[in-house]
């Protein structure tokens, strides 16, 4: 019985990047021999065991055979014959294919140091198109090491566009898409995961409310970079810029969804996209089944960045509905993810990136004044029912009012 460590760790270590996590694979063992050691189990689909102390993941080394279409549509084996070299080669990119012994030697049959050293992600055989999650974690993976100058090899490229084209890609399951999408959100360079969707004609099957933003006309003036999808990509780089959220991220990718259905007959103008926006959040989150604290967050910035960006203009009774819309005052926390995202829209156009943006502290402000409003004090000047919410809704434009220096009126 054997034991390598295999996959990022290997990979990461190489990079000089921090190992978070290990997993080594097990050559010439099999399952009663590693539950006689300690080790604990867990793998439903093929062996995998918990070591007793450090509960790291060891995994019987392994071959696999495609038998039907989608993520589970593989037969495995898993016996104490299957070599190091017949393991790596079932992986998905040459970089992740790499093993160290316990010497430290490195064992890399499929070339992946020269990979690594090329910044290049190469698929290590033709059974890379035989999985459609590996489409999704090249992009991911081309995320998280952007910084490092990664490109996917245009081998590979072809490859994940057959992925699509077989409709392999069409039998994904939601989580597993969301937690992709969750995971290059996470990274240094989201938009590298949404670009190459979208080079392999993916992002059209899995996030089709994204996809046909691309080519859809906004007005110069407001936007010179013209196109709604480029627009996206842009607000996209500065919530990456502005905040570490994922929430954040997600929400600056959704905030127009509501540009792609708009009526040709009016483009470059987009009456009532906000609203519509707000529908196709919602539909995309119950497809994916993601999370409420990101849907949430984005139905927010799709219904409202549009106030916030005009708040000078506003008339504080409005500007109390946006505090309202936002349930600023009973949720704080619902204040800056919104903000940052707001700002990310309003930056994430050509020439406007480094553009100051004061309307996020003008709203900052209204709120505050809206808070000192104490409701407790309206009730004891004898203020019940509609009377206190009257009271309430007129001390607290007033509020607004001062802090804008406008006229509650107005």
Known sequence: MQTYL???AVRDQLLGRPVHERDYV?????????????????????????????????????????????????????????????????????VNAMAQADDGTLIDPYGGQADLDARLLRHVSPAFAEDPVRLLRVARFAAQLAPYGFEVADETRALMRQLVASGEVDALVPERVWAECEKALKSPAPRRFFEILRETDALAILLPEVDRLFGVP?????????DTGVHVLMVLDQATRLSDSPEVRFAALVH??????????????HHGHEERGVGLIRELAGRLRIPNRYRDLGIRVARYH??????????????LKLIDGLDALRRPENVEPFL???????RGRTGWEERPYPQADAVRRAIAAASVVDPQALMAQGHKGKALGDALQRERTHAIAEALDTSPDA
Do not use: C, W
């Open 26 to 94: 097990v050559v010439g063992a099999t399952p009663e021999a590693m539950e006689a050691a300690g080790y604990r189990p867990v793998g439903r689909d093929f062996p995998v065991f918990l070591h007793p102390d450090t509960h790291e993941e060891y995994a019987l080394a392994r071959t696999e055979r495609k038998t039907a279409r989608g993520y589970h549509g593989f037969q495995f084996n898993a016996s104490p014959e299957v070599s190091l070299e017949a393991d790596l080669e079932r992986r998905d990119l040459t």
């Open 256 to 269: 127009d969804l509501g540009k792609g259905t708009t009526d040709p007959a009016i483009l470059p103008s």
């Open 6 to 8: 295999v996959g990022g």
């Open 340 to 346: 940052l995202a707001v700002e990310a829209d309003y």
């Open 306 to 319: 549009g106030l916030v960006h005009r708040v000078f203009e506003l008339r504080p009774k409005t500007v």
């Open 218 to 226: 906004q007005p110069e003036r407001y936007h010179p970079e013209i």
